[in-house]
């Protein structure tokens, strides 16, 4: 089984490299390292991670799966993809609730009078945008699609920009609609009046 491995790698990697000699430019880089240390890859600098039937392979290696999802989650970019096919329970926990679960923490000050208090916020990684119960012989598995969200990794503080950033840009478009509305409606009176003086 360790030799297919390596021919397969070997395959993949002459593959990769015809297509950047055809094409031209790299499209796909091949880094081989262990799934639960992602040392060698930037973070968020991928923009697809793609995970079939890999969990229950790690946990066989002695590797930790939980530490591979959030590596997953580290080099991903904001809005990147986690496409997985995954044993629907992994040392009786649920892949896709380990998955949906994994959050960031910022720390949030409130001030109440002359004291300051620190609050502690979880905020997700990953937004589940479809799965589907997948029948694979004798072991459930789950078939899913994560998108990591585009706050992931904001403090509180750009949290908070970002916010009144949208709120700001909502009201700006609510001025632009109620201005043009109001346009059409004197457009209108206007040939209204034409019209009754013409008549």
């Not at 700006?172 to 109001?182: L, N, T, V, W």
Request: a neutral charge.
């Amino acid at each position: 089984l360790e030799f297919r491995r390596v021919l397969f790698r070997s395959a993949v990697r002459r593959q990769l490299k015809q297509q950047e000699k055809n094409r031209g430019v790299a499209v796909v880089s091949l880094v081989d390292q262990r799934a639960d240390n992602l040392s060698e890859t930037d973070d968020e600098s991928v923009d697809v991670v793609i995970s079939l039937q890999t969990a229950a392979k790690m946990i066989e290696k002695g590797l930790d799966w939980r530490k591979g999802i959030q590596e997953a989650a580290r080099v991903l970019k904001p809005g990147g993809r986690l496409l997985s096919v995954e044993q629907t329970t992994l040392d009786g926990e649920s892949y896709l609730e380990y998955v949906g679960n994994l959050g960031t923490v910022s720390n949030k000050n409130f001030n109440e009078g002359e004291k300051a208090n620190i609050v502690e916020e979880a905020h997700p990684v990953f937004e589940c945008i479809g799965y589907v119960d997948v029948d694979l012989v004798l072991v459930p598995h789950v078939a899913s699609v994560f998108v990591k969200s585009e706050d992931a990794g904001l403090t509180s503080t750009e949290r908070a920009k970002k916010e009144a950033q949208v709120e700001e840009e909502r009201l700006a478009e609510i001025s632009i609609s109620a201005f043009e509305r109001g346009i059409k409606k004197r457009r209108k009176r206007k040939k209204k009046k034409t019209n009754s003086a013409e008549d």
